[in-house]
């Protein structure tokens, strides 16, 4: 009868670990998928903030029908930093770069906080495939890369 026992508990230690094992596995991949939405929602956020500037006029401090001069110091948002040449911005959720701007369209990347993985320069792209890509023109807007 003890050895059954002993067995039974050791079973049990097993079952234990292995769904101890698989919960923490479920967390972190919800976790990373949470920061996926929130920098897909802030890109969103981003590319509305930017429609709203190109048809504002000059004189309201928009584009006047351009995209031209576009950076994050001339749209409401919520960032943490933001760059000295207002091109690259961070929040808890990611950091955020806009790297193209034509008269025609601005160019944004974002990087989820969970690729960045602590203090860095904002100025640069850290990752190099886990990063949304997306073109914002005057009425659309474009994704070209998005992380599984």
Do not use: C
Request: hydrophobic share 45%; charged share 15%.
């Amino acid at each position: 009868m003890g050895q059954q026992q002993l067995l039974l508990v050791i079973l049990v230690a097993v079952l234990v670990g292995i769904a101890t094992v698989i919960a923490i596995t479920v967390f972190g991949d919800a976790s990373n998928s949470m920061n996926n939405d929130a920098v897909r929602q802030d890109l969103i956020t981003i590319s509305a903030s930017v429609q709203s500037y190109v048809q504002k006029p000059p004189m309201l401090g928009g584009g006047g029908g351009s995209f031209d001069g576009f950076t994050f110091h001339k749209i409401a948002f919520p960032a943490d930093e933001i760059s000295e040449d207002g091109l690259h911005a961070r929040n808890a959720n990611g950091v955020y770069h806009v790297y193209s701007v034509t008269p025609t369209e601005v160019g944004l990347w974002g990087e989820p906080m969970m690729e960045v993985g602590g203090p860095v320069d904002i100025s640069t792209l850290v990752s190099d495939s886990d990063y949304f890509d997306l073109v914002v023109s005057k009425d659309d807007i474009v994704w070209t890369n998005t992380p599984d």
